[in-house]
C-alpha cells in the first residue's frame, strides 16, 4: 500500500500541493490548515474522502449517520485518508411538501457540485430515506469518482398490540379502519407511531430498504452493508469498515463506471423482485443508468425482472419486517439464494473489489421463513409487468401484492383470466380525489377503475405518491379493500396496492391519460400487458385535438427549473440537460 500511495497524485492535490499556481495552493491550504488540519496531511501523499451528510434535524430517516461519523472518520483515517463531512440538501420523505421526489434531482445538483468543485479523491455516500439513495448514487455516477454508499438502516421493528407494526404500511391499513368506523382519531395516531420506535428509515421493504438493496446489489456498498438495522453494533462496525474501504477505492481507483454495469443493473433489478421491492425503484435506477451512461429501458423491467420469484417475506409483500430481514441475512442472502439458482450475472464487480461470486461466498438464507429459497417461494413471478396502450407508452404494475381476493374479484373471469373491463372514474390530482370519493353521484361501485392525472414529474411537480387511492367508504364496508387504479403518479413502496402507476408520459404534457373521461370503458389485459379506454378512434382523435395544457402555477424557483428540464418517469425523471454529463471533469482548472 505505501508503494501504491507514494507514486499516486491524487485529484486533492491540485488544490493542496498545484506547482502550476503557488499562490492559489496557499490560499486554498491556508483555510482548510485553520480547522486544524496540519500542512503535512493536506499536502502529503493521503486523498481527501469527502463524507456526503444527509442526516440533519430535518431528515430524522438518515439522522443515524451523525453517529456514525465518528466511526466512518475512523475507518477513513485508519486507512490513511483524511476525511471531509460535508452537508447535502436535505430529502425527507415524509417531511417536504409538494413532495420529497420533487427534491432528489436537487440534491443531486449539489452532490455533483461539491464533488466536482471541491478537493475530493473519493466519497463515502450516507443513505437511507427513500430518494437521498438513488440522489446519491446519480451525484456519483455524474462525476464518477470512487464512491461507496453507507446505508443508515432500518428502525427496529414497530409493534403495536402483539402484532409487527410496519411502516407506512400500518398507515394503509389503519386509514382504512378509521373509514370503517373500527378505531377512532387517538388509536389511528398511536398505531402509526408504533411503526417507528427509533431512529432509521422505514423498517418494511418500501422505497428506503429496496433503493438501499439496489446499491447492495449494484455493487456499490460493501457485501451485507444495506439490512442492518440503525442502532446495532454491526451498522457502526459497517460504517468503520466503509470508511476504511473507500481509502483502498481511491487507491485503486475503482470508480462507479467500473461497478455500475449494465450487468449490475439487470442484477439489481433481478434482487428487487426477490426481495417484493418498490415500484419507485424503476425510476430511480433508470436514473442512475442514465447519469453513468448504462442503456436501460422501463421495459427491461419486465423482460428481466418478471419472471424472477419473491423470496423475502417481508410487509408490505409479506408479514416480517427490517430486523427479521437482517437476522436472516439480508441482501446478500437473498443474493446467495439466487446465485445458486443462476439468476445472478457472477462476474459484476464490487465496492470490496471482488466479484459478485466472491463477495457470495458463503451467503444464503439463515432462515428460510423470511428469507425463501428459489425452489420454494413465496410467489414464482415477482416482477413488474409494464404495460401499455392509448392511455400511456408506459406503466408499471406490480403483481407481487395482488391479493387473492383482487385476483379473484377482477382478473379471473372463466375464459378470460387477466383481462377485466370496468368504468373509468377521472380525478384530478389528490385534492379532487379528497373531495369528491365519497360523492355517490360518481356511481362508484366495486366494479370501477379509479384513475388520477396531474400528478407526474411536471405535473404535481415531482410526482405524488397518490395513486394508491382508497376506495369510497361505502365499498369499504362492504369489505372490499382494494379497486383497481390508475395513474401518472407514483405510490408508496410500502403500500400493498395492485396499482398501474408511473403512466408515461404524463396528461399534462399530453399523454392519453389527459383524454379519458369518467364514465368511458377502460380495458385491461394483463396477458397482453396492455391497458386502453375502449373509445371510438375518431372521438378520441377529437379530444386529442381539442386538448389544450393546463395552466401551470410553481410556487419556489426550483420548481419551475424542474419543470423546465425534467422528463418523465419511464425515462427515471432526471434532469434531462444533467444526463449529457458523464465523468465529469471536462477539464477541471479555472482555479
Ligand atoms: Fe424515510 Fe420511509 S419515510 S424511509
Ligand atoms: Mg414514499
Redesign the pocket.
Known amino acids: 500500500m505505501g508503494d501504491t500511495r507514494a507514486k499516486k497524485r491524487f485529484r486533492s492535490q491540485e488544490w493542496f500541493d498545484n506547482p502550476n499556481n503557488p499562490g492559489m495552493t496557499a490560499l486554498y491550504v491556508e483555510r482548510y490548515q485553520n480547522q486544524g488540519f496540519t500542512q503535512g496531511e493536506l499536502q502529503g501523499d493521503r486523498p481527501v474522502i469527502g463524507i456526503a451528510q444527509t442526516g440533519s434535524d430535518l431528515a430524522p ?1 438518515n439522522k443515524i449517520h451523525i453517529f456514525l461519523m465518528d466511526r466512518i472518520k475512523a475507518g477513513i483515517r485508519d486507512a490513511g485518508g483524511i476525511p471531509m463531512e460535508f452537508p447535502v440538501h436535505p430529502i ?3 417531511g417536504k411538501r409538494p413532495t420529497a421526489a420533487l427534491d432528489r434531482n436537487l440534491s443531486y445538483l449539489g452532490l455533483v457540485e461539491v464533488l466536482h468543485g471541491y478537493p475530493i479523491d473519493g466519497v463515502v455516500l450516507t443513505t ?3 430518494k437521498t439513495t438513488p440522489a446519491m448514487l446519480m451525484g456519483a455516477a455524474t462525476v464518477d469518482i470512487p464512491a461507496i454508499a453507507l446505508n443508515g438502516g432500518p428502525m427496529l421493528d414497530g409493534w403495536w398490540k402483539g402484532k409487527r407494526a410496519g ?2 404500511t400500518i398507515i394503509w391499513e389503519s386509514r382504512r379502519l378509521l373509514a370503517e368506523g373500527e378505531i377512532d382519531y387517538d388509536e389511528f395516531m398511536s398505531r402509526v407511531c408504533a411503526s417507528a420506535p427509533s431512529l432509521g ?2 423498517n418494511t421493504m ?3 430498504s429496496t433503493m438501499n438493496a439496489m446499491a447492495e446489489a449494484l455493487g456499490m456498498t460493501l457485501t451485507g452493508s444495506s439490512a442492518i438495522p440503525a442502532p446495532f453494533r454491526e451498522r457502526m462496525n459497517m460504517a468503520y469498515e466503509t470508511g476504511k474501504r473507500i481509502v483502498g477505492m481511491v487507491l485503486e481507483d475503482l470508480k462507479p463506471s467500473d461497478i455500475m454495469t449494465r450487468e449490475a443493473f439487470e442484477n439489481a433489478i433481478r434482487v428487487n423482485s426477490a426481495i417484493g421491492g418498490s415500484t419507485n425503484a424503476p425510476p430511480h435506477l433508470q436514473a442512475v443508468a442514465r447519469h453513468i451512461g448504462v442503456a436501460l429501458d422501463v421495459t427491461d423491467w419486465q423482460t428481466v425482472g418478471y419472471d424472477v420469484p419473491l423470496l423475502v417475506n417481508m410487509q408490505p409483500a409479506g408479514t416480517y419486517l427490517g430486523e427479521s430481514f437482517f437476522r436472516a441475512g439480508g441482501v446478500p442472502a437473498v443474493m446467495g439464494e439466487m446465485r445458486k439458482a443462476g439468476l445472478l450475472h457472477e462476474g459484476a464487480v464490487t465496492a470490496s473489489g471482488k466479484t459478485v461470486a466472491e463477495a457470495l461466498e458463503g451467503w444464503e438464507s439463515r432462515d428460510p421463513d423470511v428469507i425463501r429459497t428459489v425452489a420454494d417461494p413465496m410467489r414464482p413471478h415477482a416482477g413488474f409487468k409494464v404495460l401499455s396502450g392509448n392511455l400511456f407508452d408506459s406503466a408499471l404494475m406490480k403483481t407481487s401484492v395482488i391479493s387473492e381476493d383482487f385476483r379473484a374479484r377482477y382478473l379471473s373471469e372463466p375464459g378470460r383470466e387477466g383481462v377485466y373491463e370496468a368504468r373509468a372514474v377521472v380525478f384530478e390530482g389528490p385534492e379532487d380525489y379528497h373531495d369528491r370519493i365519497n360523492d355517490p353521484a360518481l356511481g362508484i361501485d366495486d366494479r370501477t377503475i379509479l384513475f388520477i392525472r396531474g400528478v407526474g414529474c411536471v405535473g404535481y411537480p415531482g410526482s405524488a405518491e397518490v395513486v394508491n387511492m382508497q376506495p369510497p367508504d361505502a365499498v369499504l364496508k362492504q369489505g372490499i379493500h382494494h379497486l383497481p387504479t390508475v395513474g401518472d403518479g407514483r405510490q408508496s413502496g ?1 403500500s400493498e396496492s395492485p396499482s398501474i402507476l408511473n403512466a408515461s408520459p404524463e396528461a399534462v404534457v399530453g399523454g392519453g391519460l389527459a383524454h379519458l373521461k369518467t364514465g368511458d370503458t377502460v380495458r385491461l389485459d394483463l396477458n397482453a400487458s396492455r391497458m386502453d379506454a375502449l373509445v371510438d378512434p375518431a372521438e378520441w382523435q377529437a379530444r386529442i385535438d381539442a386538448w389544450t395544457p393546463p395552466e401551470i402555477r410553481s410556487q419556489t424557483p426550483w420548481q419551475e427549473i424542474y419543470r423546465r428540464h425534467v422528463g418523465q418517469l419511464a425515462d427515471g425523471g432526471c434532469l434531462e440537460l444533467a444526463t449529457a454529463y458523464q465523468k465529469v471533469r471536462r477539464d477541471l482548472p479555472r482555479d
Open positions: 430517516c425527507q420523505e415524509t437511507g430515506c427513500d411502516s407506512g428509515h422505514c418500501g422505497t428506503a410500502t
